[in-house]
């Protein structure tokens, strides 16, 4: 038997709970036939935030229904095998609500218990990507931050950027939601690191300052993380402020980069008046004596661009 991918990834950990850069889980047969290698995360990355949500038709419905019965039923090995052939088809990411959804409304049909069995079996066995996933889109249902273990495990497995959404998917519903999303935002650098970023609500001050300072450096594309980090990390109180740092001058010369990138999402255009603020960013960096050669050259750009009426 392989290692489950559980345990590949806690084996494979390093250092302060975290993956080393190069690590990949493995490709699967339906991703080797693809002919195309993407990055742990990006196809989910890609239906989030580039493709239309689509319904399951009723055959669909009815085999999903069918699947989280076999398993309710103890049927564990045909539910597993089930779920992989379907989400071939289904992506767990796109089947999440529909999952749940029938779990709900068919509460007095299905064993809670089996369920459960069940869910952490694919969460800490499986060989399947998605099959992980549903495992964790079922466990989304449980008060699973009373078991330390489990609550363990989920936290580890989201160490992998294939992983990090449906973990903190977990997260939220949990006491201290935003520390353990904050604790999950340091540990990952991909996929993970804009999904933590979309999804970490807080008023803690510690966390804002963390997001400002480093919230958009990513290995996916900045501008995935510019706007919520804008909002987050509260950029508008920032710059209105007279004493900032140049580790802080820098920070927000990148943030700006990256919101008017607005490539792959939007940014500055969100803004009810971004020729304002690129005034006041412009004003800011000029009155600091500690830019570096990358700082003026992009300072320069942003006039440009202002002249231009953005």
């Known amino acids: 038997m392989n290692k489950s991918l559980y345990e590949l990834i806690c084996e494979s950990r390093v250092g302060d709970s975290v993956l080393p850069p190069d690590f990949s889980l493995p490709d699967e047969d339906s991703e080797e036939n693809e002919g195309m290698r993407f990055a742990d995360g990006a196809m989910d990355g890609i239906y989030i935030y580039h493709v239309t949500k689509e ?21 564990f090995d045909e539910a597993e095998e089930g779920f992989k052939e379907f989400c071939k088809e289904h992506r767990a990411i796109t089947i999440i609500d529909e999952l749940q959804n029938y779990l709900f409304e068919h509460e007095r049909e299905v064993a809670p218990d089996k369920l459960y069995e069940f869910a952490v079996r694919l969460l800490l066995d499986s060989e399947s990507k998605e099959g992980v996933k549903i495992g964790l889109s079922i466990l989304e249902l449980f008060d699973v931050w009373e078991n330390e273990e489990l609550a363990g495990a989920i936290r580890r497995i989201g160490l992998s950027d294939e992983f990090t959404i449906f973990s903190i998917f977990n997260m939220r519903r949990w006491p201290a939601a935003d520390a353990e999303i904050f604790e999950l935002l340091k540990r990952v650098r991909g996929w993970g690191r804009v999904h933590c970023i979309d999804f970490i609500e807080t008023d803690d001050e510690e966390i804002k300052k963390w997001l400002f300072l480093n919230g958009v450096d990513n290995d996916v594309m900045p501008a995935y993380s510019a706007w919520p980090v804008y909002v987050k990390a509260d950029v508008e109180k920032i710059i209105d402020r007279d004493d900032l740092s140049y580790d802080e001058v820098h920070a927000l010369l990148v943030l700006t980069d990256a919101l008017m990138d607005e490539g792959p999402v939007s940014g500055v255009s969100n803004m009810d008046d971004p020729k304002g603020y690129i005034e006041k960013v412009i004003k800011i960096a000029k009155s600091c004596s500690e830019l570096n050669e990358e700082d003026n050259q992009f300072i320069k750009q942003l006039i440009t661009d202002k002249g231009g009426q953005l």
Request: glycine share 10%; no cysteine.
């Open 55 to 75: 319904e399951l038709n009723e055959e669909a419905r009815q085999r999903l229904g069918d699947l989280l019965v076999i398993a309710s039923s103890g049927i």
